[in-house]
């Protein structure tokens, strides 16, 4: 299958079999997919939360209006952002960059700069609207790969996000709920597995300048 024929195959699961759970290997490529996902310079301004245990779940599923994926799903991926995005920020990603590119630091100043220059010019929400956009590339790359791999998923954003932060204790760690994705393997009998997609035609969708 072409990854378009995978694009086609793929739709948000409303109904997972709660029987069948993913691999380890399975999960940990998910992850790396969502490792890889490009941010804004690079910052990845967001966690994402890996939950199994069930009476987390339970809870999680009260505060998404009782989806029942939240419950049926193997894994529950909770894209988390930053509320916080300042010098301190900056400088430990750049402390990253010199570790791994094995580049003293002195030499990333100018870099250093030009990304503190470009989130000091953010308003306080203007970080945490921008924090949540890169969380959503994440999401966009993490369905992209389930589909390669033949992982059923479903994109969720219907949840009461104080909620989920206070279940998860988010803004004690300095975030605050996205957006999340429920992961696993369609139930046979789910019916949304067999409706045509919809679609806007390309005419419409694009415009070629
Ligand atoms: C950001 C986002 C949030 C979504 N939230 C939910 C949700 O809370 N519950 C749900 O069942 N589906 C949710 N969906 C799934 C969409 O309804 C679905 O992707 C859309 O109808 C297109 O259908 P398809 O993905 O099956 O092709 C969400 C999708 C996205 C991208």
Known sequence: ???????????????????????AE?????????????????????KVLVIEDPEIREQLREAAYGQPQLTQASHVLIFASYTTIDGEFVNDFIGNVAKIREVGIEHLEAYRQSITGFVDRLAEDQK???SHKQAYIALGVLLTAAAEMGVDACPMEGFAAGKF????????????????????????????????????VKE?????V
């Open 1 to 23: 299958m072409s990854l378009i024929d995978k694009l086609e195959w793929r739709y948000a699961t409303k109904k997972f079999d709660p029987k069948k759970k993913l691999s």
């Open 204 to 208: 419409e969708l694009f415009i070629h």
């Open 26 to 46: 399975q999960l940990d490529n998910l992850l790396t997919a969502i490792q890889l996902a490009p941010s804004a310079h690079g910052l990845q301004s967001y």
């Open 165 to 200: 932060d206070e279940i998860l204790g988010l803004k004690e760690k300095g975030l605050t709920a996205t957006v999340m994705a429920t992961v696993g393997f369609r139930a046979a009998d789910d019916e949304f597995s067999k409706l045509i997609k919809v679609r806007r």
């Open 128 to 130: 945490i609207t921008w």
